[in-house]
């Protein structure tokens, strides 16, 4: 899987930039936010999903982790593929989506291009408990408790991304963490998914 490539700036449209890396220009598809992000730089640094399909391996980037959390949460959602989640990412910055579905504003996702009620609906339905609003740094603030400590906390987010609802992936990691408060991560989610 691929993280990030960093490169220089090849091309640069509003939905697509190719960045040469190592002699290898990789095109990716962008919102208009990553784009008005990147648009004055010749040099860059984009986090990548890779959508792979039976005819075509596609990619796509995004200026911060922050951007690709949120794709990850909408192409999660059934009915919502990889090109919908990017028309919503270039129609409402991160903050504003999150905003959207914490405030279960179904109208101002049916104003994004392609978006009917009923997926508007899906959409605040499955990812509100998912995704509160972020704090200063632009980091996701999941719901959790803020006694978890930081391994606490990417344990819940890796077993959020497997699918596992949320409150009882930290009620779990919670109770894994007071019995062996040493565990490494990795030991945590092994744990938490024999539990879940």
Do not use: W
Not at 140 to 167: C, Y
């Amino acid at each position: 899987m691929i993280d990030y490539i960093k490169g220089e700036v090849a091309e640069l449209t509003p939905t697509n930039v190719t960045l040469e890396c190592g002699g290898i220009g990789y095109q990716l598809n962008i919102s208009l936010n990553t784009y008005g992000a990147i648009s004055q730089e010749s040099g860059v640094k984009l986090y990548v999903y890779e959508s792979i399909r039976e005819d075509a391996h596609v990619l796509f980037g995004f200026r911060d982790k922050h951007e690709r959390e949120l794709f990850l949460h909408l192409i999660s959602v059934s009915g919502v593929g990889p090109s919908t989640a990017r028309i919503i990412l270039s129609s409402l910055n991160s903050r504003e989506l999150e905003n959207v579905i914490a405030t279960e504003n179904a109208a101002v996702l049916q104003s994004v291009k392609g978006i009917g009620a009923k997926t508007a609906q899906r959409i605040i339905v499955d990812l509100k408990d998912k995704i509160k609003m972020t704090d200063e740094s632009g980091t996701i603030r999941l719901p959790t408790k803020n006694d978890l400590s930081e391994t606490g906390h990417a344990a819940v987010s890796a077993l959020v991304m497997l699918g596992f609802v949320q409150t009882a992936s930290q009620k779990v990691v919670s109770r894994i963490l007071k019995e062996s408060p040493t565990l490494p991560v990795e030991s945590v989610i092994k744990e938490a998914l024999k539990r879940l």
